[in-house]
T-cell receptor, first 111, second 115 residues
Framework: ETGVTQSPTHLIKTRGQQVTLRCSSQ?????VSWYQQALGQGPQFIFQ???????GRGNFPPRFSGLQFPNYSSELNVNALELDDSALYLC??????????FGSGTRLTVV | QKEVEQDPGPLSVPEGAIVSLNCTYS??????FMWYRQYSRKGPELLMY????GNKEDGRFTAQVDKSSKYISLFIRDSQPSDSATYLC???????????????FGKGTKLSVKP
């Protein structure tokens, strides 16, 4: 049984660019959630996907968007990058309320 | 007032000490309470979870939830240098068919256990 895999592990983008982050969920998990973790802060909920549909969203602007695929993998897209978007982006897959499994994250730096 | 409050520390203790980590919260609808451990440059790893009030013990770790006071705790006995990490509390409301309980995290407490 594999865990949650995220790619890439690091990337650097310029302000105004667009970025796509990818996540492969743990086997059997049908729900994927994305979190943003700024330095020294706890993770903040961006949105959640269940069976390919958005199933809840946190306080993030529409330039943060996502997709979930039939194999439950997911993408997070961020348009018009801002300096404040620099953070660790975490993907978590789950099947119920207690079994969130997090990936190691993608560290995004916007310059 | 933030939904979940957690003292960020840092907290430094000698090896073998008992560590007490705490969070308070304001949303009385929270049902699930979790503690995650996060090592530097890694994702959070689930340590313990509790549904509603009560205590739960797992080896050197004990989690307590007091819903009447909106207060949760994690105790680590016989702390080891390998316990040095950031500890995050998290809580959620979860219902079948609805938004599947997104986690609300505290800021995290950075713990250092000195040999």
């Amino acid at each position: 049984e594999t865990g949650v895999t995220q790619s890439p592990t690091h990337l650097i983008k310029t302000r105004g660019q667009q970025v796509t982050l990818r996540c492969s969920s743990q086997s059997g998990h049908n729900t994927v959630s994305w979190y943003q973790q700024a330095l020294g802060q706890g993770p903040q909920f961006i949105f959640q996907y269940y069976r390919e549909e958005e199933n809840g969203r946190g306080n993030f602007p529409p330039r943060f968007s996502g997709l979930q695929f039939p194999n439950y993998s997911s993408e997070l897209n961020v348009n018009a990058l801002e300096l404040d978007d620099s953070a660790l982006y975490l993907c978590a897959s789950s099947l119920g309320p207690m079994d969130y499994t997090f990936g190691s994250g993608t560290r995004l730096t916007v310059v | 007032q933030k939904e979940v409050e957690q003292d960020p520390g840092p907290l430094s203790v000698p090896e073998g000490a008992i560590v007490s980590l705490n969070c308070t919260y304001s949303n009385s609808a929270f049902q699930y309470f979790m503690w995650y451990r996060q090592y530097s440059r890694k994702g959070p790893e689930l340590l313990m979870y509790t549904y509603s009030s009560g205590n739960k013990e797992d080896g050197r770790f004990t989690a307590q939830v007091d819903k009447s006071s909106k207060y949760i705790s994690l105790f680590i006995r016989d702390s080891q240098p390998s316990d040095s990490a950031t500890y995050l509390c998290a809580m959620s409301v979860w219902s079948y068919g609805g938004s599947q309980g997104n986690l609300i995290f505290g800021k995290g407490t950075k713990l250092s256990v000195k040999p």
